[in-house]
C-alpha cells in the first residue's frame, strides 16, 4: 500500500506494542456491544483465523487507517488502544452471516463511516475467501455518528442482496456499484 502522512502515527513505534496476529489477546479488545448481543461472539482460534483472514482481505482492498497509518485490521493489535477495534460474531439463526462490530478510538473518530463502509465492501466483495455468504457490519452505539453510519450501512447491504438476487440486473461494475 503506497504511504500516505500520518500526522498521529509514533515513529518510534515498534512492533512491541503490538500483539501477534497469532494472539488473542481479550484486554486488547473491545466488549462485544448490542450489535453482536445474543450472538456466538468468536473467541480464541475463531477469531484469530478470521482476524488474520480480516488483515489479508483489508491489504488487498486497501482498507488502512489514515490516522495511524496501518491496516485498519491492526488496530484491534495495537495495545495503545484497548477497547478499539472489530469483534465478530455469527449472526443467530444464519450461521452463513457474520456480523462485526466496529468500535472506533474515539467516540468522534472522523474516519468510522468510510473504514466501516471499506470494511463492508472488502469483506462482501471477497467472499470467497471466508466461510460466510454475507458479513454485516455495524459500528459501536458509542460513536456520535453511530444512528447515521449504521443506517448507512444496512442500505449498502440491501443493495448488495439485492444485486445477489438479480446478478444480471447488474452485469456493469461500473462507478455505481458498491465495489
Known amino acids: 500500500m503506497p504511504g500516505f502522512p500520518r ?11 503490538f500483539d501477534d496476529y497469532d494472539e488473542f489477546v481479550p484486554r486488547h ?20 483465523d478470521f482476524h488474520r483472514l480480516t488483515h489479508e482481505i483489508f491489504e488487498e482492498r486497501g482498507v488502512y487507517d489514515a490516522t495511524f497509518g496501518y491496516n485498519l485490521a491492526r488496530l484491534n ?3 495503545r488502544h484497548p477497547g478499539a ?11 452463513n452471516v457474520l456480523l462485526a462490530e466496529f468500535t472506533p478510538t474515539t467516540k468522534f473518530c472522523p474516519q468510522s463511516d468510510s473504514l466501516t463502509v471499506g ?3 472488502a469483506w462482501n466483495g471477497l467472499s470467497d475467501r471466508h466461510d460466510y455468504d454475507r458479513v454485516s457490519v455495524a459500528v459501536a452505539p458509542m460513536h456520535q455518528q453511530s444512528t ?9 447491504e440491501r443493495r448488495l442482496r439485492d444485486q445477489s ?10 462507478p455505481s456499484s458498491p465495489f
Open 77 to 79: 493489535l495495537d495495545s
Open 7 to 17: 500526522p498521529f502515527a509514533s515513529e518510534d513505534a515498534s512492533d512491541e506494542i
Open 29 to 48: 479488545l473491545p466488549e462485544p456491544g448490542p450489535f453482536l448481543e445474543g450472538t456466538d461472539v468468536l473467541t480464541g482460534d475463531d477469531h484469530v
Open 85 to 95: 477495534g472489530f469483534r465478530y460474531a455469527v449472526a443467530p439463526g444464519e450461521r
Open 165 to 174: 438476487d438479480h446478478p444480471d440486473s447488474n452485469a456493469d461494475d461500473g
Open 119 to 121: 470494511a463492508l465492501r
Open 148 to 156: 447515521e453510519i449504521n443506517g448507512e450501512l444496512r442500505d449498502i
